[in-house]
C-alpha cells in the first residue's frame, strides 16, 4: 500500500480541506451541463423550480429528445448528493425519464438556471 496524500479529487468531487472541516464541490461538473446545452449565458433563477408547479405524465404533449433529457438527469442525480438543494425537484423530474415532454424539459432547464446562480456551492463538513 501507498499513501497517497489527502484527498482532492474524487470522480466530479472536489474535496477540499480547512481548519474549519472539509468542503465537497462540484463547481465543474455544474458548468459542463450548461455547455453542453449552451445555456451558459443565460440569465440564473433564485429557485430550481415555480411555487406550485405541477408536472404530470400527458400523452398529448409535444416529446423532447429522450436520450438528451436522460443524459441531463442522469448528471443532476449524481449532482443532487452534494446539492441537496435540488435532491426533490430531480427527483421529480426523473420519474419522467421513460418518456419526457417539453414541459418536462423546461424544468430541467430551470434547475440548470438554478445551478448557475452558485455552481460552487457544496456541502461543509
Same mark, same amino acid.
Do not use: W
Given at each position: ?5 489527502? =484527498? ?16 465537497? $464541490? ?6 459542463? *451541463? ?13 429557485? *430550481? ?22 443524459? =441531463? ?13 435540488? !435532491? ?5 423530474? !426523473?420519474?419522467?425519464?421513460? !418518456? *419526457? $415532454?417539453? !414541459? ?14 452558485? *455552481? ?6
Amino acid at each position: 500500500m501507498k499513501d497517497l496524500g489527502d =484527498l482532492k479529487y474524487f470522480p466530479e468531487i472536489e474535496v477540499a480541506r480547512s481548519k474549519t472541516g472539509i468542503f465537497l $464541490s462540484q463547481r465543474k461538473y455544474v458548468m459542463d *451541463p450548461l455547455i453542453e446545452t449552451g445555456m451558459f449565458g443565460y440569465k440564473h433563477v433564485d429557485t *430550481p423550480i415555480e411555487m406550485n408547479h405541477k408536472l404530470c405524465e400527458d400523452m398529448d404533449q409535444e416529446s423532447t429528445n429522450k436520450e438528451q433529457y436522460q443524459r =441531463l438527469i442522469g448528471r443532476l442525480i449524481y449532482l443532487a448528493h452534494t446539492r441537496l438543494d435540488i !435532491s426533490y425537484v430531480v427527483s421529480v423530474v !426523473s420519474q419522467f425519464m421513460h !418518456s *419526457p $415532454s417539453v !414541459s418536462h424539459r423546461n424544468v430541467v432547464d430551470r434547475i440548470l438556471r438554478y445551478l448557475k446562480s452558485a *455552481p460552487g456551492k457544496g456541502l461543509m463538513f
